[in-house]
């Protein structure tokens, strides 16, 4: 489950880099920047959803299904998910810098992230086993993501403070089911009732995207007219 997070962060990169070049090409720089922005904003709202529902049914899968031989996964499940909604984020987010044309740049916050994760297991690996490798890999993936938004920023790409709220919300999923809920909710909520993620610009960027994919799903829905032939 916690594999398809980021099975699907790789799709979603594979299908909106091609617009985000086509955009830079075409001059508009700071385009790419406000969308890659609220594409790692959508992302983490939509990884954090399905987060939550994996937590929801896994113990019917790990109790139920797999007989409880593999009870230890369950127990690191959380942080599991947290690293894995981060590792997508990361996906989504390095495409500006991809685009800026900066790939070497991107492998900064990999080597960052990696200095990390090796320092972090040293220490909580001996302490907690199993949980502590997962905390490490989880942390050390935060520190990368949060090194490239920052390292993005400084090229240009456009990131507020609903990007960090989004980028720090996957904690959630650490708690219990009912704390990440809440918080899932209370995103959802800000989105349409304030603008404390999205500003006026990403809503009129949002709708205009919802409208086209409606309109280029619609005829896919809709019957096909039958002709009468008069006699």
């Not at 962060?9 to 617009?19: C, R, S």
């Not at 740049?105 to 994760?117: C, E, H, K, Q």
């Not at 704390?179 to 009129?204: M, N, P």
Request: hydrophobic share 55%; with cysteine.
């Amino acid at each position: 489950g916690a594999l398809l997070l980021v099975a699907g962060a790789g799709l979603l990169v594979g299908l909106i880099m091609p617009h985000l070049s086509r955009e830079w090409e075409a001059g508009e720089q700071h385009l790419v920047g406000r969308t890659t922005n609220l594409s790692v904003k959508l992302t983490g709202l939509v990884m954090l959803g399905i987060g939550i529902c994996i937590m929801l049914f896994a113990p019917l899968l790990f109790d139920v299904v797999l007989q409880g031989k593999y009870s230890d996964g369950l127990g690191v499940l959380p942080w599991t998910l947290t690293g894995c909604v981060w590792f997508a984020l990361h996906l989504v987010a390095q495409n500006y810098l991809w685009c800026a044309e900066r790939a070497r740049l991107a492998t900064v916050p990999l080597a960052i992230g990696l200095v990390t994760n090796i320092g972090l297991n040293l220490v909580l690996l001996p302490l907690w086993g199993l949980l502590g490798a997962v905390v490490a890999t989880a942390c050390s993936t935060a520190i990368c993501l949060a090194a490239l938004l920052l390292l993005s920023r400084k090229f240009g790409m456009a990131t507020d403070r609903g990007t960090w709220i989004v980028v720090a919300s996957p904690l959630a999923l650490t708690g219990s089911l009912a704390v990440a809920g809440g918080v899932w909710l209370l995103l959802i909520v800000a989105c349409f009732k304030t603008y404390l993620l999205l500003d006026t610009q990403e809503r009129d960027q949002l709708r205009r995207a919802t409208l086209d994919l409606v309109a280029k799903v619609k005829p896919f829905f809709q019957r096909p007219s039958r002709k009468v032939v008069q006699v």
